[in-house]
């Protein structure tokens, strides 16, 4: 009897664990999409540009991918739960003096100072789970319900921003997470036990990080200004160029560094290889199809902010239902196929919104949502804890830190991609509507209605192709899956690959 009582303990503990992580997932993925409702209201309080504002959340998204792989390194040889707490704590500050800026230039630090702590996160959190849950069947079901917290922070931004800035002002975004910081760092501090890597490193590879950190801000500023300064511009190629540069820099140091901020050898890892080719390609079809949802839904059908923000709540719901249903396949199902048959059906739901126009009604957007989230969730435990499994235990970390970053440079290219797609088809469309369009009449205000009834054919045109072209690529991913090498899933951490 007392031997099931302290095993129920230990079992209560471990989900306690993942509760505490998930809100630091939560809080962090919350703070990055409940910005942008806020800006209009930060550009008027400043008396900035919008492009001046963009950059509000473009120091986030460089300052948050250089430093993943760097917080990752640190969590495996300093230990997770400290680096976890420390980031935790920094991104709490961070906020506070965010909610407090007083010109665009302090908002930029201090957002900055949010990213760089906010990406410690990804790396540790999946670590301390990957430690607590040494079980392939449970680990699979945590990770899956962990990353399903990713979607309910997207979704639940604009609907909790929404009203914080109508009632209480755009600095309540940022204080709120206050409160809530304080609860998940005494859950940190009580539930997650410390763990480092078993190998005590020779030295932190600092000019590795610094080589990797300049070519992921000049991707990752290309990725997000490109739009804007032209693809080919001075601008782009110089940002190419710095980019491959250092990438070069960057392979050469890790070759012959004792502790390199990311082993080399996971490249040559089959599993490994193979998993993250295919979340960086779905990831890109989903991201940069799955962006423009909310931009149509506000455009054309008429919601507001918090009215998107409900529009999104079944896509939430359906990855958090669908997370566990495909944790409790492993073991049962090759992951690949799992993976794949998910993303099969995530690519139908995209492909579902192809048709959306200006006569469209909510449950046009809600059904292919659902569908897509739900064969996002059904395979996302494979997904992730796949990349777990394909590494040693005391590198999962840097591994989980190398898979965050494929990911959110896939979305930031699937992003900009896309745009380019959208504004290149919108023009193409007008050029072919204009030509194939007849006005016998003379009268302004006809042809007037005619060229806006053109220009907003073209805009839903270019809509669908973006949503085509983001199907065909999930889809290509899902193909993609079944090149991942069989795995055995067993209560180790080794890897059998046919």
Known sequence: MAATTAQTKIERLRWMVLLTVIVGTFLGRLDQTIVNLALPKIINDFGITVTSAGWIATAYILANAVFVPIWGKLGDTLGRKR???IGFTVFIVGSVLAGFAWNLQSMIVFRVIQAIAGSADYPTAMAILAVTFPGQKERAQALGIWSSSFA??????PLLGGPLIDNFGWRSVFLVNLPVGIIG???AQAYIKESVSERKPLRFDWWGSVALGIALSS???VLDKGLDWGWTSFNSMSAYAVSAVFVVIFILIERSHPEPIVDLKFFHNRVFVSALVNNFVVFMGMMGGLFLV??????????????TGILFMPMAAAMMFAAPIGGKLVGKVQARHVIFASTVVAAVGIGMFRGLDVRSGVIDIIIPMFIMAFGMGFGMAQRTSIVATAVPQNEIGVASSVLALARNIAGAFGIAIFGTILTNSLKNNVMVLSS????N????????????LIGLKAQVQAYDTVFLVGAIIVFVGAFLALLIPDVEMKKDVVVHVE
């Open 83 to 85: 680096i976890y707490i």
């Open 436 to 439: 194939n369009t007849t006005v």
């Open 219 to 221: 991707v990752v500023l």
């Open 185 to 187: 760092l005494f859950m």
């Open 152 to 157: 309910a922070a997207s979704v639940f931004g």
């Open 294 to 307: 909310p931009v149509f839904a506000q455009t054309f059908l008429g919601l507001d902010a918090t009215g």
């Open 441 to 452: 009449v003379n009268d302004p205000a006809t042809v007037g209605r005619v060229m806006a």
